[in-house]
């Protein structure tokens, strides 16, 4: 069974600070995806990185997909109250699918 | 704007009732999934559709049955509902083969007493 462990599963920062987020696998992944979930909602979808090594910026957002392709991770400079949430990584097992594997996540706190 | 609704928001059902919850995409997509979110388990995969009238068991299909007739429409079934299945419910549908990823509905937060 695929596995994708998040950390820290939990994190509360002030706001301004920097902030990093796993996302882990003894797998191998075609794609992988980040969402963020706010209380009470579905997650929304933030960026799909696909390539070994590939970086992607949105915005504050830095993630970046390993070169092997089994991990990737989540970097927010400059945290704001906004950036509240759950953070999802899921992976795609294989190329073309449509079935996507997720991590367990981790719920960000920030402060004002 | 594109999206995936979910005919409820909260729902309150007694133990043993049939219960169905609805999801509507309006994206054309072929593939269509139902989860359960619940604390420390993250999402888990009742059931899947890549196509009408199909569908696929996914890690945790006991006591749900799906319906797919349409395209647009994927229906989750509690055929007796237990106190077990309070859960946070989402649909989500995707495109085939392209690697973007799922959009979600909003969610159905069931409570089942």
């Known amino acids: 069974t695929q596995l994708l462990e998040q950390s820290p599963q939990f994190l509360s920062i002030q706001e301004g600070e920097n902030l990093t987020v796993y996302c882990n696998s003894s797998?191998?992944?075609?794609?992988l995806q980040w969402y963020r979930q706010e209380p009470g909602e579905g997650p929304v979808l933030l960026v799909t990185?696909?390539?070994?090594?590939e970086v992607k910026k949105l915005k504050r957002l830095t993630f970046q997909f390993g070169d092997a392709r089994k991990d990737s991770s989540l970097h927010i400079t400059a945290a704001q109250p906004g950036d509240t949430g759950l953070y999802l990584c899921?992976?795609?097992?294989?190329?073309?699918?449509?079935?996507?594997?997720f991590g367990t996540g981790t719920r960000l706190k920030v402060l004002a | 704007d594109v999206k995936v609704t979910q005919s409820s928001r909260y729902l309150v059902k007694r133990t043993g009732e049939k219960v169905f919850l609805e999801c509507v995409q309006d994206?054309?997509?072929?593939?269509m999934f139902w989860y359960r979110q619940d604390p420390g388990l993250g999402l888990r995969l009742i059931y899947f559709?890549?196509?009408?009238?199909?569908?696929e068991k996914g890690d945790i299909p006991e006591g749900y049955s799906v319906s797919r007739e349409k395209k647009e429409r994927f229906s989750l079934i509690l055929e007796s509902a237990s106190t077990n299945q309070t859960s946070m419910y989402l649909c989500?549908?995707?495109?085939?083969?392209?690697?973007?990823?799922?959009?979600f509905g909003s969610g159905t937060r069931l409570t089942v007493v």
């Open positions: 989500a549908s995707s495109a085939p083969n392209d690697g973007t990823g799922y959009t």
């Open positions: 797998s191998v992944f075609s794609s």
């Open positions: 990185v696909v390539t070994g090594g």
């Open positions: 899921a992976g795609g097992a294989t190329s073309g699918t449509y079935k996507y594997i």
């Open positions: 994206m054309d997509h072929e593939n």
């Open positions: 559709s890549y196509d009408v009238k199909m569908k």
